[in-house]
C-alpha cells in the first residue's frame, strides 16, 4: 500500500486548502478511505471516512466546512477544507482501510502538514 499526500500548506484563518492523496499498491475501490490527522501533543483522530459507496462520515468539528471525495478511476482521494480554523492545523495523513469481518486495520501516508494562520 503506497499513499502519497499534497496540497498541504500555509493559509490564514478562515481560508481554503484541498489535500489530494494518490493511492497505490492495492485494490483502491473496494477499501474504506479516510483522512486522520494529528496536531502536537494531540491523539491522532479521524477527520473524514468514505466508503466504497461514497457514503461519508466526519468528526463534529468538522461538519459542514470539510467534504472528502473519491475517484476510483484515478485511485485519488481528497479533502476540500473551507473555512479553516487554527484548531485544524495538524499533519494530514491519507488513510486505507483494509476491512475484515470483526477489525479494521489502517495504513497511513506519510502526512502533508497544514498550518493555519490567526
Known amino acids: 500500500v503506497q499513499l502519497v499526500e499534497s496540497g498541504g500548506g500555509l493559509v490564514q484563518s478562515g481560508g481554503s486548502l484541498r489535500l489530494s492523496c494518490a493511492a497505490s499498491?492495492?485494490?483502491?475501490?473496494?477499501?474504506?478511505m479516510a483522512w486522520y490527522r494529528q496536531a502536537p501533543a494531540k491523539e491522532r483522530e479521524l477527520v473524514a471516512r468514505?466508503?466504497?459507496?461514497?457514503?461519508?462520515t466526519y468528526v463534529e468539528s468538522v461538519k459542514g466546512r470539510f467534504t472528502i471525495s473519491r475517484d476510483n478511476t484515478k485511485e485519488m482521494i481528497y479533502l476540500q477544507m473551507d473555512s479553516l480554523k487554527p484548531e485544524d492545523a495538524a499533519i494530514y495523513y491519507c488513510?486505507?482501510?483494509?476491512?475484515?469481518?470483526?477489525?479494521?486495520?489502517?495504513?497511513y501516508g506519510q502526512g502533508t502538514q497544514v498550518t493555519v494562520s490567526s
Open positions: 488513510t486505507a482501510i483494509e476491512h475484515y469481518s470483526d477489525y479494521e486495520r489502517n495504513y
Open positions: 499498491g492495492f485494490t483502491f475501490n473496494i477499501y474504506p
Open positions: 468514505i466508503e466504497t459507496t461514497d457514503m461519508t
